[in-house]
């Protein structure tokens, strides 16, 4: 595997994964339109080629597996992420996260590309009485952002039984860490944050007794780098990955301001309709077929995290 091709290589999630896989001396090409993506998010290492496309640009993604004969796995992370623009625009949702997953898988299929890694989404459970959340728990996701996802997770599994492919989907749970951007919805502790920062108060939604599933992005990239290590093990498996812990919205800016040594002082507005109450999913499947934990508890997260913006 001389190189590995990162879609959204500019991206939050998508740089770490790169970071992690330079570390290990692998050449990564990166395909990103930043569209939400920054070019300053990218490892200045000369193992590292970008290329500004779009996975939705059959042409574009052709041309990334010419020009790069040597790409031997794929690290799908470029989508669509937010659940309002795939309410509001559910054709691009499905172009994006669909089409452009279909777009990947085929041109990895022609040039016999047998390793892709596919970055799901908790989304795809919807809500869900029964916590911790399992790779077992029924699918019904509630909107078009979380209806894509798991359509593309089922043409990512089609893939990998006709052709001998191997494939991973990994439903990731609330991921922070640097290079959040606090215009992603999932983005609450970046938001907190910088509001924070810049003295201003911070808001709640709701009563703040929501609870999610926060897993530190540094975290994430190692679930990544565990299927890649062999990724023939688990053909075609789909994986949390998660912290297995439920923290509150206000548990979670008291932390805040306590990394940032600064009072707690929030307003409440009313809760954003549709909002899960509660979710943290399980993540025993994949610590048990992988030997894969998170190593960042979150108060050590958060600090790392508030660092990096109090730098910025």
């Known amino acids: 595997m001389n190189k590995v091709l990162v879609t959204g290589g500019a991206g939050f999630i998508g ?64 989508a669509q992420s937010k659940v309002g623009p795939s309410i509001e625009n559910p054709h691009e949702d499905l172009a994006i996260n669909v089409s452009g997953t279909l777009n990947l898988l085929e041109e990895a299929r022609k040039k016999n590309v047998k390793t892709f890694v596919y970055a799901s989404s908790a989304a795809v459970y919807g809500h869900v009485d029964n916590l ?31 052709y001998d492919m191997n494939v991973a989907a990994l439903r990731f749970a609330n991921v922070y860490g640097p290079r959040q951007s606090a215009a992603t919805e999932a983005g609450v502790i970046t938001i907190f944050i910088e509001r924070l920062l810049a003295g201003e108060q911070p808001v709640i939604q709701g009563d703040g007794q929501q609870t999610r599933d926060f897993i530190y992005v540094e975290d994430v ?65 994949l610590s048990n077929a992988l030997d894969w934990t998170p190593l960042t508890p979150l108060e050590d997260g958060l600090a790392k995290t508030a660092d990096y913006y109090r730098s910025k």
Not at 51 to 57: A, N
Not at 261 to 284: A, C, M, Q
Request: aromatic residues 6%; hydrophobic residues 35%; proline residues 6%.
């Open 221 to 285: 990239a190692r679930a990544v780098m565990k299927v890649l290590e062999d990724p023939a093990k688990n053909k075609g498996a789909v994986f949390n990955v998660s912290s297995e812990t439920s923290t509150s919205v206000e548990e979670l800016l008291r932390k805040i301001c306590g990394a940032l040594n600064v009072p707690f002082t929030p307003d409440y507005t009313e809760e954003r309709p549709g909002d899960i109450k509660h979710s943290y999913l399980s993540r025993e499947k």
């Open 15 to 78: 740089s770490h994964v790169t970071d992690f896989l330079i570390d290990e001396g692998t050449h990564v090409v990166i395909l990103d339109n930043l569209s939400s993506g920054d070019l300053k998010n990218i490892n200045k290492s000369m193992h590292v080629t970008f290329i500004e496309g779009d996975v939705r640009d059959t042409k574009a993604v052709q041309d990334t597996f010419e020009r790069h004969p040597e790409i031997g796995a794929v690290v799908h992370m470029a």
């Open 132 to 162: 911790p959340v399992t790779e077992e728990t029924p699918t019904r996701p509630l909107s078009p952002y979380g209806v894509s996802k798991l359509s593309a997770e089922e043409y990512v599994k089609a893939y990998s039984r006709l």
